[in-house]
């Protein structure tokens, strides 16, 4: 073959993989100023699936795939979702590729979610059933020394919210077969911050988050053990925000930036029914997917795979 005729097959090549492309906005890469801004950007890039899958977790009705059905019944869930998250140095100063890890962080994101039953209707193959499904974020404005609600989010009191809605559609079977379960969630998150110029860090960066989660769910009971597994996608936008200092000229500059991501979300629950409360919890893993950014950060890979976990306890009447 001759080596023209390669050169069509490279493009494709090329073009199949993600390529890093420096940020609109930001100052060339080669300047120090522009590896902090590029570093805030790519720092958002990497955080916002995870904070999709600390605000949304994996099931929207947590330890079931049941759907309520029955027109004035309902479930009400409260529960601690958790996600190990490596926070960058906000003081990096852009003197190397290499932006250093602040600190590793077990990161709590308390939730209440409300199912409420819509329709049920009796069929040759089971009961399908249809549920409204409602949810609450509730974080502290000051929730950490290293991140923090923006001072406008929406609120009560002293407790920042983020909300979600959606639909459960389920098909039980009946007697050893299993519970099958559709679901879509919308949710949405106000801006977090991490770092602060004001605190003699170098880089501010923020975003909102918007997701859809779907999920198909099939799930069974065994007495009073209910064992749930599936899995599904996750959409992910934000607006993002980059507040930084050029360290030679001693100017702050901020850019704006919209994100766009997706994951595959799988996810397995175990609860055990007491009475009309279930205790439960719950393991999942996003699936890893390659990003295009330029930074490197230590401790952290734009490829990798996230575990995220949960527990809770739920009342349905």
Not at 95 to 117: H, I, N, Q, Y
Not at 150 to 169: M, T
Not at 215 to 236: A, C, E, N, S, Y
């Amino acid at each position: 073959m001759r080596p023209y005729c390669l050169a069509p097959l490279a493009a494709l090549a090329l073009g199949a993989a993600p390529l890093a492309a420096q940020t609109p906005g930001c100052p060339a890469d080669t300047t120090q100023g522009g590896r902090i801004c590029q570093a805030g950007a790519d720092a958002l890039t990497l955080f916002l699936p995870i904070e999709a899958a600390l605000v949304g977790g994996g099931n929207p009705v947590p330890g079931s795939a049941l759907a309520l059905g029955k027109f004035g019944r309902f479930r009400i869930s409260g529960r601690v979702g958790l996600v190990r998250v490596t926070i960058p140095d906000a003081s990096f100063d852009g003197t190397s590729d290499t932006v250093p890890a602040d600190k590793r962080l077990l990161v709590p994101m308390p939730r209440f979610d409300l199912d409420v039953g819509i329709l049920s209707r009796k069929l040759p193959v089971g009961t399908a059933a249809v549920d409204l499904l409602g949810s609450a974020v509730v974080v502290p404005m000051g929730a950490s020394s290293r991140y923090r609600l923006d001072e406008n989010a929406r609120r009560i009191g002293g407790l920042g919210l983020g909300l979600g809605f959606g639909l459960r559609a389920a098909l039980s079977m009946g007697g050893k077969k299993p519970t099958v379960s559709l679901n879509v969630m919308k949710r949405d998150m106000p801006a977090i911050h991490f770092g602060d110029l004001s605190q003699g860090d170098l880089m501010s960066a923020s975003t909102t988050l918007s997701a859809i989660n779907a999920r198909l769910l099939v799930g069974g009971k065994l007495g009073p053990l209910q064992l749930t597994g599936g899995g599904g996608i996750d959409l992910i936008k934000g607006k993002g925000r980059v507040t930084f200092e050029d360290p030679v000229t001693s100017t702050d500059s901020t850019i704006t930036l919209d994100l766009s991501t997706s994951r595959i979300n799988t996810l397995i629950n175990v609860a055990f029914d007491v009475g009309p409360l279930t205790i439960w919890g719950e393991g999942g893993f996003l699936v890893g997917k390659a990003e295009a950014v330029v930074t490197t950060f230590q401790r952290m890979d734009p490829a990798g795979g996230q575990f995220y976990g949960g527990f809770g306890v739920a009342l349905g009447l």
